[in-house]
């Protein structure tokens, strides 16, 4: 086990600069995950802590040890790949102690190291088969098998999950995370599924375009999103975002006009912007409270509801949009596709971001059980 510490890592490739001054604290025994759109520099950022990509500037620590020009051999680190490329003539035994006897570890420890990773990811029936005797999911605990082994100080997973369907991916996701509180080792985990971090992650990482975007615990970034990219990459359905703009700044309830919406009160500190300013107001889909109307200013349109059994999403179009906006509503739905809602907004429950798409400084702190309502 080993805490990992990146200090204004950058990586460039020929002309191009992939990671911008990275700097990043892993804790010892903690679950750590990247997540970001495809092409944000995840699996490089990885590869850099593997040992499998030069660093072009920064100091990478492990285990308080400068690992710059070690080999990922000598980082102590272990790396599970999405595809698991597992060797088809091996049987799972072989496979597993495969590095163990590359390293020239003794006939003992090998035996030793295969049993006690067989125990821990429930492969000892399966010993002696072979890769195509065995489904996805066993495939990749066979792979997680050979990374761990080695007994790594670090285990990294890109992606390993991704070419699994999607109800293994889920039974895969708790395997996973019952591994992390048996073994407690360091984990570094690369998804671009949010839901797979939020689910998985003690921290998680949010990059964007080669930069850290916002660092927290799920809760943190749930609720306290940094930036407009946060609050529209984790949740849901996406957390809901309508042009705004400042009609009263203050310290504590800021007056907030929304075309469409009306004026809403938002528990933001305003006081540094200018009155007028542009503005993006942010509402969850679980936060959005449905008034049925008859007509008049500030009427929405129904255009979908979806019924999912335990509840049911409701479609609105705004005039000056083209995504549509959605309310996570409890069943019986009350409104139908056609019908007119006004749109009820809490102060305490409502994001602003400025015009850069930063959050504005919120004045109440994040509840830790959202209530939900709904007229
Ligand atoms: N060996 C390489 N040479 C040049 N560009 C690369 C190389 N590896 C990755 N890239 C580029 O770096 C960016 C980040 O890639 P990657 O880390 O694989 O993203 P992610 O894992 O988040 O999808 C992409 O634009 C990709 O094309
Ligand atoms: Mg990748």
């Given at each position: 086990?080993?805490?990992?510490?990146?200090?204004?890592?950058?990586?460039?490739f020929?002309?191009?600069?992939?990671?911008?001054?990275?700097?990043?604290?892993?804790?010892?025994?903690?679950?750590?995950?990247f997540v970001?759109?495809?092409?944000?520099?995840?699996?490089?950022?990885?590869?850099?802590?593997?040992?499998?990509?030069?660093?072009?500037?920064?100091?990478?620590d492990?285990?308080?040890?400068l690992?710059?020009?070690?080999?990922?051999?000598?980082?102590?680190?272990?790396?599970?790949?999405?595809?698991?490329?597992?060797?088809?003539h091996?049987?799972?035994?072989?496979?597993?102690?495969f590095?163990?006897?590359?390293?020239k570890?003794?006939?003992?420890?090998?035996?030793?190291?295969?049993?006690?990773?067989?125990?821990?990811?429930?492969?000892?029936?399966?010993l002696?088969?072979?890769?195509?005797?065995?489904?996805?999911?066993?495939?990749?605990?066979?792979?997680?098998?050979?990374?761990?082994?080695?007994?790594?100080?670090?285990?990294?997973f890109d992606?390993?999950?991704?070419?699994?369907?999607?109800?293994?991916?889920?039974?895969?996701?708790?395997?996973?995370?019952?591994?992390?509180?048996?073994?407690?080792?360091?984990?570094?985990?690369?998804?671009?599924?949010?839901?797979?971090?939020?689910?998985?992650?003690?921290?998680?990482?949010?990059?964007?375009?080669?930069?850290?975007?916002?660092?927290?615990?799920p809760?943190?970034?749930?609720?306290?999103?940094?930036?407009?990219?946060?609050a529209?990459?984790?949740?849901?359905?996406?957390?809901?975002?309508?042009?705004?703009?400042?009609?009263?700044?203050?310290p504590?309830?800021s007056?907030?006009?929304?075309?469409?919406?009306?004026?809403?009160?938002?528990?933001?500190?305003?006081?540094?912007?200018?009155?007028?300013?542009?503005?993006?107001?942010g509402?969850?889909?679980?936060?959005?409270?449905?008034?049925?109307?008859?007509?008049?200013?500030?009427?929405?349109?129904?255009?979908n509801?979806?019924?999912?059994?335990?509840?049911?999403?409701?479609?609105?179009?705004?005039?000056?949009?083209?995504?549509?906006?959605?309310?996570?509503?409890?069943?019986?739905?009350?409104v139908?596709?056609?019908?007119?809602?006004?749109?009820?907004?809490?102060p305490?429950?409502?994001?602003?971001?400025?015009?850069?798409?930063?959050?504005?400084?919120?004045?109440?702190?994040?509840?830790?059980?959202?209530?939900?309502?709904h007229?």
């Open positions: 086990m080993a805490s990992v510490t990146l200090k204004k890592i950058n990586k460039v020929g002309h191009t600069h992939i990671l911008h001054d990275i700097d990043l604290s892993i804790h010892d025994g903690e679950f750590v995950v970001g759109p495809s092409g944000c520099g995840k699996s490089t950022l990885l590869r850099l802590i593997a040992g499998l990509e030069e660093i072009s500037s920064g100091d990478l492990i285990g308080g040890q690992v710059n020009e070690l080999t990922p051999k000598e980082r102590g680190v272990g790396m599970v790949f999405q595809s698991y490329a597992l060797y088809p091996l049987s799972v035994y072989d496979n597993i102690a590095g163990l006897k590359l390293a570890e003794s006939g003992e420890t090998v035996t030793a190291r295969v049993e006690n990773t067989a125990r821990i990811l429930h492969l000892e029936p399966l002696h088969r072979k890769p195509k005797e065995l489904s996805g999911g066993q495939r990749q605990r066979v792979a997680i098998g050979r990374a761990m082994a080695r007994e790594p100080r670090i285990l990294l992606e390993p999950l991704s070419n699994l369907d999607a109800s293994l991916r889920v039974k895969m996701r708790t395997e996973i995370a019952k591994l992390h509180q048996r073994v407690k080792s360091t984990m570094v985990y690369v998804t671009h599924d949010q839901v797979e971090a939020m689910t998985l992650a003690d921290k998680i990482v949010v990059l964007n375009a080669g930069r850290i975007e916002q660092v927290g615990s809760f943190e970034l749930y609720e306290s999103p940094a930036s407009l990219f946060v529209s990459f984790i949740g849901s359905p996406k957390m809901n975002l309508l042009p705004a703009s400042l009609a009263a700044p203050d504590y309830t007056q907030v006009a929304v075309p469409g919406v009306g004026q809403v009160d938002v528990a933001v500190d305003s006081q540094h912007l200018d009155a007028g300013c542009t503005l993006t107001l509402i969850r889909p679980e936060h959005l409270e449905l008034e049925p109307a008859s007509g008049g200013e500030n009427c929405l349109e129904v255009v509801v979806e019924y999912l059994g335990n509840e049911s999403y409701v479609y609105i179009q705004h005039p000056d949009e083209d995504e549509l906006l959605v309310a996570r509503v409890p069943v019986p739905v009350r139908r596709p056609g019908q007119l809602v006004r749109l009820l907004i809490k305490e429950l409502a994001y602003v971001f400025d015009a850069d798409g930063r959050a504005v400084k919120r004045t109440v702190p994040a509840p830790e059980v959202s209530t939900v309502s007229a």
